[in-house]
């Protein structure tokens, strides 16, 4: 059983194009995170929801616009993409917003911008 | 601000040798967490262990261990008698309030 899955895990698509990207978690977690990781591996926090709401948003372009319609899944929505967006998308999620709660990751999406 | 320094960029070793993979933090809280994760060739993310900042007694888990110095704000990280299956992108990252802060990482390749 996967713990955080994530859909799709690869995606290609055109400059100016809008794509969204899934994301699914069966550990009963309360929070659940984005994170981008770059073309040399940096690992950055874009957003995090608890319980469907929105606790922090890392100065992400508006383009970017996370979407959780109940707590167990977190999609991230991302309009008029840019060659710059192409990166590693990450999901995660934690029993909730405790400092001391381990943060468990999905696979990855793969995301080429053309 | 939390800040998280990985100085070693890439490290290569030969199976059976031990290596330490370093990890120097900053941050202003006095409660906070330090964790590993292992990013494998296949780009998955795998939790490897967390430390809380009240707790300075080292781990070990099998063929790794964990080594936290509060004096000197270092969580380093030691693989004894590495295997070729031990190559990946590790990961050091700090926790204190909401934000996971990563360090860039350490490439390690272990050759047969």
């Known amino acids: 059983d996967t713990a955080v899955s994530q859909t799709p895990k690869y995606l290609v698509t055109q400059m100016g194009n809008d794509k969204s990207i899934k994301c699914e978690q069966n550990?009963?977690?309360?929070?659940m995170y984005w994170y981008k990781q770059d073309s040399k591996k940096f690992l950055k926090i874009m957003f995090s929801?608890?319980?469907?709401?929105?606790?922090i948003n890392e100065t992400v372009p508006n383009r970017f616009s996370p979407k959780s319609p109940d707590k167990a899944h977190l999609n991230l929505h991302i309009n008029s993409l840019e060659l710059g967006d192409s990166a590693v998308y990450f999901c995660?999620?934690?029993?909730?917003?405790?400092?001391?709660?381990?943060?468990?990751f999905g696979p990855g999406t793969r995301l080429l911008v053309l | 601000a939390q800040k998280v320094t990985q100085a070693q960029t890439e490290i290569s070793v030969v199976e059976k040798e031990d290596v330490t993979l370093d990890c120097v933090y900053e941050?202003?809280?006095?409660?906070?967490?330090l964790f590993w994760y292992k990013q494998p060739p296949s780009g998955e993310l795998v939790f490897l262990i967390r430390?809380?900042?009240?707790?300075?007694q080292n781990e070990i888990s099998g063929r790794y261990s964990w080594n936290f110095q509060k004096s000197t704000s270092s969580f380093n990280f030691t693989i004894t008698a590495s295997q070729v299956v031990d190559s990946a992108v590790y990961f050091c990252?700090?926790?204190?309030?909401?934000?996971?802060?990563f360090g860039k990482g350490t490439l390690l390749t272990v050759n047969p």
């Open positions: 995660a999620s934690s029993q909730d917003t405790r400092t001391e709660e381990t943060q468990y």
């Open positions: 550990l009963g977690h309360d929070t």
């Open positions: 929801y608890n319980n469907k709401e929105l606790i």
């Open positions: 941050t202003r809280d006095t409660t906070y967490y």
């Open positions: 430390r809380n900042s009240f707790d300075e």
């Open positions: 990252a700090l926790r204190a309030y909401y934000k996971l802060t």
